[in-house]
C-alpha cells in the first residue's frame, strides 16, 4: 500500500488561508469517505482534526475545514495562526480493511 | 479521562523480538477498535497494524508475518509483539483507538521509542 501523496511543505503568512492536497487511489480516498485528518508537533501525540471527510470532532477549531473531490481530499486552515505551525497528515481506510496515511506536509507560518 | 500510555521500547539487536503495550484508562479496549502507527526518524506516519472486533486483525505489508497485536481486557492493554526485528523497524510506535463508526483515529498515546541496532 502506498502512502497518499501530499505536499512536502506550504506556507503562508498570519491570516491567510492554506490548503493541504492528498492525493490517493479509488482503492482508499476515492472508494470511501473515510478520510481523516491529523496535526502533529515533533514530541506530541498527534491530534485528531477531521474525521469522514469534512467533520470536526467536538474542541477542533472551525479554522480547519475538509473536503474531497473524486481520489484528492484537501484539508484548509482559514486564519492562520502561528499556533498552526505543525506537520500534517490525511489518513484513509482502504478496500484492504487497512489504513494508509499520506506522506505529510510541513506547514510554516511565515 | 480517556487516555493511552505505551511502553516497552527500546535497544533491541536486528533479528531480535520486542513486546509493545498500550495500557487504556476511561474506557474498554474490549469494545474498541485499537491500532499501532509509527513513525521513523524523519519519515511521516506509517499504518502499522489494527484489531477490530474479536480477533479479527490486519497488518501493514512491511509487517505482516512478523509483527502480532493483541488485546488482554482483563488488563484492559492492547500489545504489538514484534518478531525478527529490522534496522528498518526502527521508530516511534503510537497506540491509537479507532472510532469505530468513523474508522478515525480520535485518541492517541505519546508512543515509544524502538531502536533496532546492534
Known amino acids: 500500500q502506498s502512502a497518499l501523496t501530499q505536499p512536502a511543505s506550504v506556507s503562508g503568512s498570519p491570516g491567510q488561508s492554506i490548503t493541504i492536497s492528498c492525493t490517493g487511489t479509488s482503492s482508499d480516498v476515492g472508494g470511501y469517505n473515510y478520510v481523516s485528518w491529523y496535526q502533529h508537533h515533533p514530541g506530541n501525540a498527534p491530534k485528531f482534526l477531521i474525521y469522514?471527510?469534512?467533520n470536526r470532532p467536538s474542541g477542533v477549531s472551525n479554522r480547519f475545514s475538509g473536503s474531497k473531490s473524486g481520489n484528492t481530499a484537501s484539508l484548509t486552515i482559514s486564519g492562520l495562526q502561528a499556533e498552526d505551525e505543525a506537520d500534517y497528515y490525511c489518513s484513509s481506510y482502504t478496500s484492504r480493511s487497512t489504513y494508509v496515511f499520506g506522506t505529510g506536509t510541513k506547514v510554516t507560518v511565515l | 479521562e480517556v487516555q493511552l500510555v505505551e511502553s516497552g521500547g527500546g535497544l533491541i539487536q536486528p533479528g531480535g523480538s520486542l513486546r509493545l503495550s498500550c495500557a487504556a484508562s476511561?474506557?474498554?479496549?474490549?469494545?474498541?477498535?485499537m491500532s499501532w502507527v509509527r513513525q521513523a526518524p524523519g519519515r511521516g506516519l506509517e499504518w502499522v497494524s489494527v484489531?477490530?472486533?474479536?480477533?479479527?486483525?490486519h497488518y501493514a505489508d512491511s509487517v505482516k508475518g512478523r509483527f502480532t497485536i493483541s488485546r488482554d481486557t482483563s488488563k484492559n492493554t492492547v500489545y504489538l509483539q514484534m518478531n525478527s526485528l529490522r534496522a528498518e523497524d526502527t521508530a516511534v510506535y503510537y497506540c491509537a483507538r479507532v472510532i469505530a463508526a468513523r474508522l478515525a483515529f480520535d485518541i492517541w498515546g505519546q508512543g515509544t521509542m524502538v531502536t533496532v541496532s546492534s
Open positions: 484489531i477490530y472486533s474479536g480477533y479479527n486483525t
Open positions: 469522514e471527510v469534512s
Open positions: 476511561g474506557f474498554t479496549v474490549s469494545n474498541k477498535y
